[in-house]
């Protein structure tokens, strides 16, 4: 299980709501090949540097 999955169940719905935004980044099509999208996720957790300071922690 996640640690956002663990936060969420214990503080509810409610508290993700007024504490998390979610926003689409990029869109591609379904037929996107597995590895491309792999590929733009890490792009995307190291521009935005979620394993530093986000959920991305290890």
Request: with cysteine; charged share 35%; net charge positive.
């Amino acid at each position: 299980m996640t640690k956002l999955t663990k936060l969420i169940k214990s503080k509810g719905m409610d508290y993700a709501r007024e504490n998390f935004y979610f926003s689409v980044l990029e869109f591609r099509s379904m037929r996107t090949d597995d590895q491309t999208i792999i590929d733009r996720e890490q792009y995307w957790k190291r521009v935005l540097r979620t394993c530093e300071f986000g959920y991305n922690k290890t």
